[in-house]
């Protein structure tokens, strides 16, 4: 969770996951259209996303903050750390699925939920998990 603006000096993406939460009919919450992978990145596309988080996520950003509130969140960041392939995509749907429950309104646009599995800084290299919600 964000407390404070960040220096993403020398963020590292190593691994990135994609869900999209929408609201199908008329349900009474989103559904969630999983991934099964990991997203491979490399190179220029991978740069770019870097630039860009680094940028949404940093000093002066207009980032929300949100608490899931029937689990330790910190217990599902720290498990996503060292996670292995497999597990790593399935805690990634379980918070999706957190989502798609928890937003009941439509007033809530749909959109994807990228999960981000990262390093950064430049002397001592601080492990992290974005999990951003992008309409």
Known sequence: MIKSPLDLKNLNITDLIIHRVYLPGQQAHFDVEHSNNI????????????????????????????DIVEDDPLEKIHTLHDAGEELF???TKDIANK?????????????????????????????????????
Do not use: D, N
């Not at 997203?39 to 988080?53: F, H, M």
């Open 39 to 66: 997203i491979p990145l490399s190179g220029k596309a991978k740069q770019t996303l870097e630039q860009r988080l680094t940028k949404v996520l940093s000093k002066g950003s207009k980032c929300i903050e949100m």
């Open 89 to 91: 995509v399935s805690k």
């Open 99 to 135: 989502l798609g429950k928890a937003q009941t309104s439509k007033k809530h646009p749909e959109g994807v939920l990228v999960i981000v599995r990262c390093s950064y800084g430049i002397t001592k290299k601080i492990r992290a998990v974005a999990i951003i919600k992008a309409e």
